[in-house]
């Protein structure tokens, strides 16, 4: 067994393999950017060594600084984690040539499997039936197109190199697709070093059906059964479970067999996935992927194994540590990842500080939180926005559904815009508990999924609890503060320091200004002797009050009815929980502060996030027409192109190729102000 290991990566997966390795009394070194400099995993590992700039290139993906660092720090192995260097054949042989471990399977069976290509060519050959496509070598745009026209529209554009979704387009007709294509092989450069595509035939219900397959050096290889994960957006994994809906024993047999032989045929070592499309009866391979899943924690729910302490069993020399009979799935598990993005434009990515943070209880082998963050982290916008996964088991899949509604409503953020109200929407709709899954899940029932999603501060006016858990709040901050500034003053005991809006004829209130999206409200506030308030709400007066719980928590009392929240402020923004219900925002406004005056909107074009600029596609003087493509930003691992808002002149481009810029940095302005889109 190893003494000490390096984890070449960073956020929850680094936790996740730290918190193994201690456990088997393994010491760790973390390495990290400029950016995670004090990140959580920073601070849970043995050592913590720098490597760079913020930018993946320089930092996570440079080979030689991360061997560098296992040298001097004495490591024996090296943990890749997923993403970065994962599925880097290069990687994995230069750590052979240093005489250091790779946590990995062998660098021949990366570049066998590894490429998407290369595994379907295998796949074939061993009779493992495929999507329609093409995975050949030729790349030039003439050879792609006619493959596509071959194929038949829509098609779907993916990375060789690599996954979750990066370098991936979906092409609905032959004239979009020079633009995809470039758009992608742009996207599979940046996040995986290689801009080599394939082409497949785009199913239109198909369901992603995963084998999570192990295998040692003494000729031993196994399946640890299916995950599925056909619950996308941006074809990317957001909810995953194990095992999959309504899998027949029969297909479970057939699609680990499958799995297995695929590995055996590139002679695996450790842990890989095995991942299937499935369509009616009939089931495709689509790809392998020689790492660690996102969404191994499911199968270690439902197995009670530790898939990161089998990787660094077999990687010391070890055998599995069961052998396949007696592998076997207990119960049901569901896990949600929880992004930092905006629901309002698209889902894209939400940076910031996040000024709150409270994540549901941790209960052993029922709820797990998998998180590289904590309260006062930034999203920053150089690697992927995950905040955590949580991962829930039940005795049978309604039980486990149960208990991931109840684990969504305990989460709490503040600071940055998450995706909770479309993971809570999703667990809460029929067609989810009824196991009716497919890729266009969220596209099909996006009438009632997506409003749910999108931030409660934007939509309807609050129930009378948020209005009274918000005044309540600032009121306590007030009579907090007053109580400070009295005892720290030489006469605590003044009259001036009373908090009871005393007045010598008639009862004493405040008036409070509150705002929720477009609804203001006046509360006038009247306190009472015993501390608490009699509030004047939309419905009429109630008598409330903030109490602490037996947690330590919160909790509301109105008219002696008692629920359960927690409030987080930050400057005039404060966000109220309610136990259950998700978060909604309540701005306090000065009525003497003066107007707000708006910018010009939609036809700005500006950064939607900060990131890094790519391509530039227009010259000062250029005519374009409405939705052209105008600057092309990468961030958080994601490649997003800006368009023209209506017809005009292009002025000025303010930023080139290369320049980081901040969320509302104007990026072209043009000559004369273009109509506006209802001209």
Known sequence: MFGKILIANRGEIACRVIATARRLGIATVAVYSEADAGARHTRLADEAWPIGPAQARQSYLSIETILDVARRSGAEAIHPGYGFLAENAEFAAACAAAGITFIGPPAEAIRAMGSKAAAKALMERAGVPLVPGYHGEAQDLATLSEAAARIG????????????GKGMRVVERAADFAEALEGAKREAASSFGDDRVLIEKYLTRPRHIEIQVFADTHGNTVSLFERDCSIQRRHQKIIEEAPAPGMDPARR??????AVAAARAVGYVGAGTV??????????????????????????MVTGLDLVEWQIRVAAGEPLPLPAERLAIRGHAIEAR?????????FLPSTGTLSHLRQPREIPGQVRVDTGVRAGDAITPHYDPMIAKLIVWGEDRPAALRRLLAA???YEVVGVRTNLGLLRAIAGHPAFAAGELDTGFIARHAAALLPAAVAADAGPAPEPAVWAAAALAVLRDQRAAITAAARASGDPFSPWAETDAWRLNGDGYQDLHLRHGSTALTLRCH?????????????????????EDAEGGLRLVLDGVARRLSVARRDAALTVFLAGQGAQTVLVEDPLAPPRSDTAGSERVTAPIPGRITRVLVRPGDRVQKNAPLVVIEAMKMELTLRAPAAGVVATIAHGVDEMVEEGTELVTFADPPPSAAA
């Open 153 to 164: 529209y829509p098609v779907l554009i993916k990375a060789s190199a690599g996954g979750g």
């Open 338 to 346: 929880v992004y930092a993005e905006d629901p309002e434009r698209d």
């Open 275 to 300: 991942e299937f499309i499935a369509e009616g009866d009939a089931f495709f391979f689509m790809e392998m992927n020689t790492r660690l899943q996102v969404e191994h924690p499911v199968t270690e």
């Open 527 to 547: 306190p009472q002797p015993d501390g608490s308030f009699r509030l004047d709400l939309p419905g009429g007066p109630v008598r409330a009050a903030l109490e």
């Open 408 to 410: 969504l409503g305990e």
């Open 253 to 258: 047999q057939a699609m680990g067999e499958a």
